[in-house]
């Protein structure tokens, strides 16, 4: 990923922070034909002493099933709060040119495929559950429908060798333009509007 100096951030409660906040990223490897092969997903980032590692399950009918289980290379696209930015919320004594601002973290490593895929259904089953009110609990079901239902995707682990974060919100603006975007988003309608502006105050805020 390019990551300008202003932009980038290796801080690991900063990148363990997007992946639980935005979840469901892209998984990448390369396909038999030379193209590149992405599956949608939800992922959890995982911390020990070895390092980090992301875990998934995707259909064993899909054509990446191959890379998991010949260990292949693979990257874990993460995309936070992004939103565009108009050059009518910048000081207009300074003519400037719209952008994009986003957040985003790249994990690339090697796929494992994981013998038991039941584990990591609990584990994600519980995350996704921990904010209900009456969370809904795996361990419920009938052992046999589980065993049915298991053969149908094939569990990894993406045993992480290097992960880069990328922040692009503003840090390298003037105050009074940043402070502009951050007031025309939480303006806006639109949720990710407003959580982009969350994400620049915090940088904003952190501002030597």
């Given amino acids: 990923m390019y990551r300008p100096p202003a932009f980038a951030f290796d801080d690991e409660v900063e990148i363990d922070r997007l992946i639980e906040h935005y979840p469901f990223g892209v998984l990448v490897t390369a396909g038999s034909d030379g193209f590149p092969r992405a599956t949608h997903l939800p992922m959890l980032a995982q911390r020990s002493e070895s390092g980090l590692v992301l875990i998934g399950h995707i259909a064993r009918a899909n054509p990446q099933c191959d890379a998991i289980q010949a260990g292949a290379a693979a990257l874990a696209v993460f995309t936070g709060a992004h939103a565009y930015i108009s050059p009518s ?3 207009p004594l300074y003519p ?3 952008t994009w601002n986003y957040s985003a973290v790249h994990a690339r490593g090697y796929l ?3 013998s038991e895929p039941q584990a990591i259904l ?6 996704f559950e921990a904010n209900f009110e009456r969370p ?3 361990a419920k079901l009938d052992a046999s429908f589980v065993e049915q239902q298991v053969r149908g995707i094939v569990a990894f682990e993406l045993l992480v060798e290097r992960i880069d974060g990328k922040a692009k919100l503003s840090q390298n603006r003037e105050a009074r333009d940043t402070a502009g975007a951050i007031a025309g988003l939480r303006a806006s309608g639109e949720p990710l509007d407003r959580e982009c502006a969350a994400e620049m105050q915090r940088y904003y805020d952190r501002r030597p």
């Fill in 89 to 91: 919320w910048y000081d």
């Fill in 96 to 98: 400037q040119v719209p």
């Fill in 112 to 114: 494992r495929e994981v």
């Fill in 122 to 127: 609990a584990r994600l089953t519980a995350h």
């Fill in 136 to 138: 809904w609990e795996f």
